[in-house]
């Protein structure tokens, strides 16, 4: 039977990264639709944990492996640890989500296993030997539906798109292998983590973002924020402007989000924005231009001034609660 190998990944806290969950749901998919057995694998210093969450995720079996070597992601360690196990396994289908970590580790793992590989995935349609994938392309201005005709094929799974796997299905087993370490020409030295009181950018079910509207002043996103629970992005002008730190930008070469709400203060709806939060459940539009961009897909569009409308916007829920 055809195999469908999904790699979790594991958050530098040891926390399962939550894109995981959405990857995990998009293999299924997969398997339902290519026929073939769901297969998840663990790389992690002490796997045991991560793995009790993961085998009740649905899938046939859970495969890990624990060694220091794996307490930092490197991909020079991994890809080669990943690529073995698909080829022991005989999987047709190697994927993850496409965070960081799986946008840089998939690639290499495509290139050992010599398979064709799509990126951003956002839909598997067809059936059997004939199922293709769906994906973005020029920021979102194309969308291509692809198939893979090598013998393995890769993906990386835009996880926005799919819903999160549901843990308290069947057990999977869970099978421990011994990996085989290459030795590496890089080395970990330091994670710098950014922290703060706000959700994750990525994982924020309301997120309020700010552009070049706000002229550098971020005090009214951030509070307006602050009063949501949400998390502050930006656009890629507010960032290469220096006004907020580049791990806030959203869009084509930023971070994709699909909150709950998504509210956009000052920003015009430069396709390479649009790219990674039109999947947004629900997106306010606030700008004084009746004639920027973001209003063709903003459910709600408000033309005004953000300096006006975020304080009383701000004032009006805080008098709700």
């Given at each position: 039977m055809p195999i469908v190998l999904i790699?979790?990944?594991q958050q530098p806290d040891g926390n399962l990264?939550?894109?995981?969950l959405n990857a995990v749901s998009a293999g299924s998919?997969?398997?339902?639709?290519?026929?073939?057995?769901?297969?998840l694998v663990l790389l992690s210093k002490d796997p045991s944990k991560l793995a009790e969450e993961l085998k009740g995720l649905g899938a046939k079996a859970v495969h890990t492996a624990a060694a220091p070597e794996f307490e930092h992601y490197l991909a020079e360690v991994y890809a080669p640890v990943i690529a073995t196990l698909a080829q022991e396994l005989k999987a047709d289908y190697v994927g993850a989500a496409s965070t960081a970590m799986g946008k840089d580790l998939l690639p290499r793992v495509a290139a050992r296993l010599k398979a064709a590989m799509a990126t951003d995935v956002t839909a598997i349609n067809g059936s059997g030997a004939d199922v293709t994938f769906t994906r973005p392309m020029w920021a979102g201005n194309v969308i291509a539906e692809v198939k893979l005709t090598t013998p393995v094929k890769v993906l990386s799974l835009r996880a926005t798109e799919f819903p999160a796997a549901a843990a308290g299905q069947a057990a999977a087993e869970v099978k421990t292998f011994t990996a085989k370490i290459e030795p590496s020409k890089t080395k970990f030295v330091d994670f710098k983590e950014v922290k703060s009181a706000r959700p994750e950018l990525t994982e924020a079910r309301v997120v309020v973002s700010g552009g070049r509207g706000t002229k550098g002043d971020?005090?009214?996103?951030?509070a307006l924020a602050d009063e949501l629970g949400a998390a502050v992005g930006a656009s890629r002008a507010v960032c290469d402007a220096g006004w907020v730190p580049n791990d806030l930008q959203?869009?084509?070469?930023?971070?994709?989000v699909a909150p709950q709400l998504y509210i956009a203060a000052g920003i015009s709806g430069a396709i390479q924005h649009l790219a990674g939060m039109k999947s947004s459940k629900t997106i306010v539009a606030i700008n004084k231009?009746?004639?920027a961009p973001i209003f063709q897909v903003a459910d709600y569009g408000l033309v005004a001034d953000l300096f006006k409308v975020l304080p009383e916007l701000r004032q009006a829920l805080h008098a709700l609660k």
């Open positions: 790699v979790a990944e990264r939550k894109a995981t998919q997969l398997a339902q639709k290519a026929g073939a057995e769901l297969h971020f005090k009214e996103i951030e959203i869009g084509q070469t930023g971070k994709v231009d009746p004639e």
